[in-house]
C-alpha cells in the first residue's frame, strides 16, 4: 500500500462515485455521510474508504512529471484506482466521474501507458445514474482482458 503525499482539498469525487458494500452505498451514489467539510465519520469510516488508494492523492501516474491540482479527480473528471489481484496481478480502475472523461487529455495517456502492462477497468457511470451500477469496459494486454472478459463481469468492482 503506498501512502498519500497530496491532500484532496475540495475534492469529494471518491465519496459518490465509488461504492461503499459496508455502507450498502452502491457506485455513484453520493455517501450518506459526506458533509462540507468532508468525511462526516472519518474516524471510524469502513474498510472499503481506508483502503481505497487513489492514484493522484498517492502522487503516482506522472505522465510528464507534471501531475498537480489539474489531474485531481474532480478537475481531471477521472479517479484513478489501484488494487492488487490474484488473478491478474496488478489492476488499475480509471473511475470516470464526468461522462467520456477517460476517452480524451492526459486520462487517456495514462490510460494508455497503463494498458501496455496492467488489466485497466474503465467504469463509467450507467444509463440508470445516480445509484446506478455504472459500467464497466477492459483494456490491457490482450489475453488479460479477454480473462477478465470471461470471468470479471459478475465481480463487483469494489
Ligand atoms: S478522489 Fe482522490 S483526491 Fe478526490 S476526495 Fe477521493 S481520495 Fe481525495
Ligand atoms: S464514509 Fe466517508 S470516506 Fe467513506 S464514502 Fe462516505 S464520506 Fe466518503
Same mark, same amino acid.
Given at each position: ?7 484532496c482539498?475540495?475534492?469529494s469525487?471518491c465519496c459518490?462515485?465509488i461504492g461503499v458494500h459496508e455502507l +450498502?452505498k ?5 455517501c450518506e455521510h459526506l458533509c +462540507?467539510a468532508g468525511c462526516g465519520i472519518y474516524a471510524e469510516r469502513p474498510q472499503s474508504c481506508r483502503t481505497f !488508494?487513489c492514484?493522484?492523492?498517492? &502522487? ?13 479527480? %474532480?478537475?481531471?473528471?477521472?479517479? $484513478? %484506482?489501484?488494487? #492488487?489481484?490474484?488473478?491478474?496481478? !496488478?489492476? $488499475?480502475?480509471?473511475?470516470?466521474? !464526468? ?11 495514462? *490510460?494508455? &501507458?497503463? +494498458? ?5 477497468? *474503465?467504469?463509467?457511470?450507467?444509463? !440508470? &445514474? +445516480?445509484? &446506478? ?7 490491457? #494486454? #490482450? ?6 472478459? %470471461?470471468?470479471?463481469?459478475?465481480? #463487483?468492482?469494489?
Amino acid at each position: 500500500m503506498s501512502v498519500a503525499i497530496r491532500e484532496c482539498g475540495s475534492c469529494s469525487a471518491c465519496c459518490t462515485v465509488i461504492g461503499v458494500h459496508e455502507l +450498502e452505498k452502491g457506485t455513484y451514489e453520493t455517501c450518506e455521510h459526506l458533509c +462540507e467539510a468532508g468525511c462526516g465519520i472519518y474516524a471510524e469510516r469502513p474498510q472499503s474508504c481506508r483502503t481505497f !488508494e487513489c492514484q493522484w492523492l498517492r &502522487g503516482a501516474l506522472e505522465v510528464d512529471g507534471s501531475i498537480d491540482t489539474e489531474m485531481r479527480p %474532480d478537475a481531471s473528471g477521472v479517479i $484513478f %484506482d489501484y488494487h #492488487p489481484d490474484t488473478a491478474f496481478g !496488478e489492476v $488499475f480502475t480509471a473511475w470516470e466521474v !464526468e461522462p467520456g472523461a477517460s476517452a480524451s487529455g492526459r486520462a487517456r495517456s495514462i *490510460i494508455k &501507458g497503463l +494498458e501496455e502492462r496492467f488489466l485497466v477497468i *474503465i467504469m463509467t457511470r450507467g444509463p !440508470e &445514474g +445516480e445509484g &446506478g451500477s455504472g459500467d464497466r469496459s477492459f483494456v490491457g #494486454p #490482450p489475453h488479460l482482458v479477454a480473462q477478465a472478459t %470471461d470471468v470479471m463481469w459478475s465481480r #463487483p468492482v469494489r
